[in-house]
C-alpha cells in the first residue's frame, strides 16, 4: 500500500531563518506531488505541484520555492521566512495520468514563525 | 470562476442523531467531487469520489450524493468519533482542485 511520510511535524523559526520540509511517497511510481497550505477559516491553498523529477509548478507567487529531486520526493523551501509563511503545511500526492484520482495527504507540518 | 460552498460551517449532534453536510459547487464541467475528513492536527483522510449526478457512495455510517449543482454527505447513527472536519473538493475542467471551507462536525456522547 501507499505511504506519504512529512516531516517534521511541528516547527518553530524566526523570520528570516531559512526552511526546509521534505516529503517521501512509498508504495507508488511516478507519482504527481503537491504542496498545499491550510490557514484557519481560509480552506487549502495549492502552492506547488510537480508531474515529475525537476518538474515544478507554483500556483502562488510568494517567497517560497519546490524542488522534486527524486521522484518520490519533495521538497518545499524558503531562504528568509516572513511571518504571514505561518500555517498548516501538507504535502500529497496523486496518481500520475489519472486526472480525476483523488489526493492522498500527509499529516502536515505546523510551520510557526515568530 | 469556480466555487465550493459547503454548510453549515459547524454541526453539533448528539450520538445517533443523523444529519447531513451540505457541498454546493458552481463549476465548468465537473470532473469529479471528492469528499474528505480532517482530524485535527492531521492531513485530510480521503473519503470518496463521485463522478456524475445520480451517484452514490457509501461507507459505514457515511453516504455520499450527488446532484448538478450540490453534494451532501449523510452521516447516520453517528458515535463520538466520526467527530471530524469534513472536506469537499471539486474538479473542474480546468484540472485545477477547489476546496471548499468545510464543516466541523461534533458528536456528543
Known amino acids: 500500500s501507499q505511504t506519504i511520510h512529512q516531516w517534521p511535524a511541528t516547527l518553530v523559526q524566526p523570520v528570516g531563518s531559512p526552511l526546509s520540509l521534505e516529503c517521501t511517497v512509498e508504495?507508488?511510481?511516478?507519482?504527481?506531488l503537491y504542496w498545499y497550505r491550510q490557514a484557519a477559516g481560509r480552506g487549502l491553498q495549492l502552492l506547488f505541484y510537480?508531474?515529475?523529477?525537476?518538474?515544478i509548478s507554483s500556483e502562488v507567487p510568494q517567497n517560497l520555492s519546490a524542488s522534486r529531486p527524486q521522484d518520490r520526493q519533495f521538497i518545499l523551501s524558503s531562504k528568509k521566512l516572513l511571518l504571514s509563511d505561518s500555517g498548516f503545511y501538507l504535502c500529497?500526492?496523486?496518481?500520475?495520468?489519472?486526472?480525476?484520482?483523488?489526493?492522498?495527504f500527509g499529516n502536515g507540518t505546523r510551520l510557526t514563525v515568530t | 470562476e469556480d466555487q465550493v460552498t459547503q454548510s453549515p460551517e459547524a454541526l453539533r449532534l448528539q450520538e445517533g442523531e443523523s444529519s447531513s453536510l451540505n457541498c454546493s459547487y458552481t463549476?465548468?464541467?465537473?470532473?469529479?467531487l471528492f469528499w474528505y475528513r480532517q482530524d485535527p492536527g492531521k492531513g485530510p483522510e480521503f473519503l470518496f469520489t463521485?463522478?456524475?449526478a445520480g451517484e452514490e457512495k457509501e461507507k459505514e455510517r457515511l453516504k455520499a450524493t450527488l446532484t448538478k449543482k450540490e453534494s451532501f454527505l449523510h452521516i447516520t447513527a453517528p458515535k463520538p468519533e466520526d467527530s471530524a472536519t469534513y472536506l469537499c473538493?471539486?474538479?473542474?475542467?480546468?484540472?485545477?482542485?477547489?476546496f471548499g471551507q468545510g464543516t466541523r462536525l461534533t458528536i456528543n456522547p
Open positions: 463521485l463522478y456524475s
Open positions: 463549476v465548468s464541467g465537473l470532473r469529479g
Open positions: 508504495g507508488t511510481s511516478n507519482p504527481n
Open positions: 510537480s508531474v515529475g523529477i525537476g518538474q
Open positions: 500529497a500526492w496523486s496518481v500520475r495520468g489519472g486526472y480525476d484520482s483523488p489526493l492522498h
Open positions: 473538493a471539486v474538479l473542474p475542467r480546468a484540472q485545477k482542485l477547489v
